[in-house]
């Protein structure tokens, strides 16, 4: 068994830093960094393909070993000596997730020949003054152990051989990250405290709409690789953004194309990234719907808003290079998006350009109200004097025979809201007076901008006891 080189003493991080040990997997193309990043997250996260250079931008997720948290970062294949304009954002990108890493975890591939990409990274790890521990993947067999010690030739004193797809070595190089890792002050709050204090917002939309100049103009620098290229980010990416006091989680998505052309030949990677945006929705709080102003909403756009409806989510449209369009074609824009929009009336509409900053910060105005009416709980006391002059002003019609009665009301559930109605023959009330219920709970409590649910229950008839 190789001896690995003991990391150095922990170093403690003071709990004003709020934050999670990083360990950023970094490595050139297609040696299995996203493989291991899933192994270590225990669960399918990154995208995984044979062609080099699917993962584009740093891809964060929280995991745990031996009872330690910690935020794992996948990044972009290191290639320093590639021309490549998109190869050397994401060089840009893994020296960013360097800096910001307190752990680093090199891969390589433990069956071909290290390569000057390889070279390269290690010389630059080395001056890193952080733990890195150095990774020969894909090594199944100690017959491969053998064939990969050409590591040692750069100075490499511990090296870990491990299969990220079988999971080989994977526990030794997990206890090892978990010794390197600083020692917080402070637990991180609990998941519901954490919801109070930080909003979560997924940028979704069809491909360049926009959406990571959108985040680098939040962020202020060039976190997003953007480019001309529809489709330039395929994982879900998380970033931190804090502003006047604030704290958001922006989510970036790979861009939501039409079924008809996620085809065979441009692929299982965009199928994929399909998925991640609606996973990202899912851990959201406020789902942003970034369009063309220009192009209009199209009906992708409309169907995105239906899966963030479906999930119960804050929802904002933001029609993006509004700088582009006159004043008369900015009111046919938004009104068209309306038309499409139709089955959501109550969704806000910004207009904004990432690219000028324009309508930036009314965008962040709206999330903070979508937010805070995602997370309002109204009392049952406020609830029923309420709905004491709605029945006044309308009651439900007679349906079937039936008349329906009203009995009382209060919210069951916040994030989203949900509210439970008690009445006699639920069944008959009819689905006009169903939405008038909703309006009339939007119009009074403020829930612009989010889906709400009412159900009803009958009333249960209480039994007589025997005297």
């Known amino acids: 068994m190789t001896k690995h080189r003991r990391p150095?003493?922990?170093?403690?991080?003071?709990?004003?830093?709020?934050?999670?040990?990083?360990?950023?997997v970094v490595g050139r193309p297609n040696v299995g960094k996203s493989t291991l990043f899933n192994r270590l997250a225990r669960q399918k996260l990154a995208i995984v393909h044979d062609e080099p250079g699917v993962t584009r931008d740093r891809h964060y997720a929280e995991t745990s070993a031996f009872g330690r948290a910690y935020t794992l970062v996948d990044?972009?294949?290191?290639?320093?000596?590639?021309?490549?304009?998109?190869?050397?954002?994401?060089?840009?990108?893994?020296?960013?997730?360097?800096?910001?890493?307190?752990?680093?975890?090199?891969?390589?591939?433990?069956?071909?020949?290290?390569?000057?990409?390889?070279r390269a990274a290690v010389g630059l790890l080395r001056r890193a003054d952080k733990p890195v521990f150095f990774c020969a993947n894909k090594a199944d067999s100690p017959k491969v152990d053998a064939e990969a010690s050409e590591m040692y030739r750069l100075g490499v004193k511990g090296l870990f051989f491990v299969s990220a797809l079988h999971g080989r070595g994977i526990g030794e190089l997990e206890a090892e990250i978990v010794d390197a890792l600083p020692v917080a002050d402070a637990e991180p709050e609990d998941e519901a405290e954490d919801d109070a204090r930080i909003t979560r917002i997924a940028v979704c939309g069809r491909p360049n709409a926009g959406k990571s100049s959108l985040l680098n103009r939040l962020l202020g620098d060039d976190r997003m690789l953007v480019d001309d290229r529809p489709g330039t980010t395929r994982d879900a990416i998380d970033s931190l953004v804090e502003r006047d006091g604030k704290t958001y989680v922006f989510i970036d998505t790979a861009g939501i194309r039409k079924k008809g052309k996620?085809?065979?030949?441009?692929?299982?990677?965009?199928?994929?990234?399909?998925?991640?945006?609606v996973k990202a929705m899912e851990r959201a709080h406020v789902v942003v719907v970034l369009a063309d102003a220009k192009e209009g909403v199209a009906e992708q756009d409309a169907k995105i808003l239906g899966l963030a409806n479906d999930r119960g989510r804050a929802m904002i449209v933001a029609l993006n290079k509004c700088d582009l369009l006159k004043k008369d074609e900015l009111v046919r824009a938004e009104a068209q998006a309306r038309d499409k929009l139709t089955f959501a009336p109550f969704v806000k509409i910004v207009r904004i350009s990432a690219k000028t900053g324009r309508g930036v910060p009314e965008l962040l105005r709206e999330i903070d109200a979508c937010a805070e009416a995602y997370r309002k709980r109204v009392t049952t006391g406020e609830l029923n004097r309420f709905f004491e002059q709605v029945i006044e002003t309308r009651s439900p019609p007679t349906s079937g025979g039936k008349a329906p009665r009203l009995y009382y009301v209060t919210q069951a559930e916040a994030r989203p809201p949900l509210f439970v109605v008690v009445a006699s023959a639920p069944d008959a009330i009819?689905?006009?007076y169903r939405r008038y219920v909703v309006n009339q709970l939007r119009k009074r409590f403020g829930f612009e901008g989010v889906p709400i649910r009412v159900v009803y229950k009958e009333k249960r008839r209480e039994k007589r006891g025997k005297g």
């Open 75 to 118: 990044t972009g294949g290191f290639d320093p000596e590639s021309s490549d304009p998109m190869k050397e954002g994401i060089n840009e990108h893994v020296k960013a997730a360097i800096a910001e890493a307190d752990v680093i975890v090199f891969v390589t591939d433990a069956t071909g020949a290290l390569t000057t990409s390889d």
């Open 8 to 24: 150095r003493p922990a170093r403690t991080v003071p709990a004003s830093a709020r934050r999670l040990p990083v360990v950023a």
């Open 262 to 277: 996620v085809t065979k030949a441009g692929d299982d990677i965009e199928g994929m990234s399909v998925f991640l945006a």
């Open 430 to 432: 009819h689905f006009s």
